[in-house]
T-cell receptor, first 111, second 114 residues
Framework: GENVEQHPSTLSVQEGDSAVIKCTYSDSASNYFPWYKQELGKRPQLIIDIRSNVGEKKDQRIAVTLNKTAKHFSLHITETQPEDSAVYFCAASNYGQNFVFGPGTRLSVLP | DAGVTQSPTHLIKTRGQHVTLRCSPISGHKSVSWYQQVLGQGPQFIFQYYEKEERGRGNFPDRFSARQFPNYSSELNVNALLLGDSALYLC?????????????FGSGTRLTVV
């Protein structure tokens, strides 16, 4: 079955700097890759997603890149703000079937 | 427009007991999935239902079961509770129409088994 790895497990950046979180997946049949943000005690919220027919997608300060050949995808957050502090999860799935989530990255944006 | 609603929000049960968790999807969403999130880990897939049929099952014991009703709401049942079942149980709904695969999660039910 699918296996998703995520690095780093924790990440601290200064406010205004960029943050990059990387994930790898094992199943070449996976074709949908969402990213979720989970603040303490709250639900995971979808922040951006990408499908396998696209190499990059951007939404304001957030971007995701996908390398199908290498089976890895990354989340890029530019101009980080304190409210970006949260745990971020990547996931992989095949046409929206059961998502396999990575273990999460705890991002801390320091003022 | 209401999001995904789950009940109860918190629950404390004793080992060996049974629990039923409930989920109402976003209006118009026909797919409901259940995930278990242990503290400090990513959500783990338990079940997916679409149009009242089970479409996927994760690596969980038979003590876990679920069903989806004609109004697309869903129940997750766990029998013979173990301490290790303590977790946040998340329900997610999606429309699964066209190319829209994204889940919307509910706020979860935090289950504590003592």
């Amino acid at each position: 079955g699918e296996n998703v790895e995520q690095h780093p497990s924790t990440l601290s950046v200064q406010e205004g700097d960029s943050a990059v979180i990387k994930c790898t997946y094992s199943d070449s049949a996976s074709n949908y890759f969402p990213w979720y943000k989970q603040e303490l005690g709250k639900r995971p919220q979808l922040i951006i997603d990408i499908r396998s027919n696209v190499g990059e997608k951007k939404d304001q300060r957030i971007a995701v890149t996908l390398n199908k050949t290498a089976k890895h995808f990354s989340l890029h957050i530019t101009e980080t703000q304190p409210e970006d502090s949260a745990v971020y999860f990547c996931a992989a799935s095949n046409y929206g079937q059961n998502f396999v989530f990575g273990p999460g990255t705890r991002l801390s944006v320091l003022p | 427009d209401a999001g995904v609603t789950q009940s109860p929000t918190h629950l404390i049960k004793t080992r060996g007991q049974h629990v039923t968790l409930r989920c109402s999807p976003i209006s118009g969403h026909k797919s409901v999935s259940w995930y278990q999130q242990v503290l400090g880990q990513g959500p783990q897939f338990i079940f997916q239902y679409y149009e009242k049929e089970e479409r996927g099952r994760g690596n969980f014991p038979d003590r876990f079961s679920a069903r989806q009703f004609p109004n697309y709401s869903s129940e997750l049942n766990v029998n013979a509770l173990l301490l290790g079942d303590s977790a946040l149980y998340l329900c997610a709904s999606s429309s699964r129409t066209g190319a829209n695969y994204g889940y919307t999660f509910g706020s979860g039910t935090r289950l504590t088994v003592v």
